[in-house]
């Protein structure tokens, strides 16, 4: 598991980070958005990433929204999907959130993956680039 701010990041990771979520939300799934938002480079975002042989399989960003953390742009390469790559990045993301409260906007046939890791859906189902998605939350626990 890889972890690093958006400043740690170094060119090549940003550059790898990049090309896989373009592959996937772009390419693959049609959805043409502005990928580059500003927000990777933030010294409170947090990407977390795995690499087998040099490529990147699986990545997402921890996102600082005030009171909750967003857990946004999470993704895997096509040829990773099916092998708990996914769980394995959750795994990780909840346990460097901790108590904090998070949310997601998640594509409805991935709200299963979340579930597991405490996330519940609230709000109705609506369209994100043509795709149907649904805000899920996972409550800050009280210390």
């Excluded at 990928?35 to 795995?50: K, P």
């Excluded at 901790?98 to 906007?105: F, M, N, P, Q, T």
Aim: glycine share 12%.
């Amino acid at each position: 598991m890889h972890v690093a701010t958006g400043p740690e990041l170094t060119a090549a990771d940003l550059y790898d980070l990049l090309r896989l979520r373009v592959d996937v939300f772009v390419v693959e799934q049609e959805c043409p958005y502005p990928e580059l938002d500003g927000r990777d480079m933030l010294a409170s975002t947090v990407h977390l990433w795995l690499r087998e042989g040099g490529a990147v399989l699986g990545c997402l960003r921890l996102l600082d929204e005030g009171p909750a953390t967003r857990v946004g742009r999470v993704c895997t390469a096509a040829s990773a999907r099916g092998t708990g790559l996914g769980g394995t990045l959750m795994a990780a993301a909840v346990e460097r959130i901790g108590a904090r409260e998070s949310v997601l906007g998640a594509q409805v046939q991935a709200q299963g993956l979340y579930a597991r890791f405490g996330y519940a859906p609230e709000g109705e189902v609506y369209l994100e680039d043509g795709i149907p998605h649904i805000s899920m939350r996972r409550p800050g626990s009280t210390p």
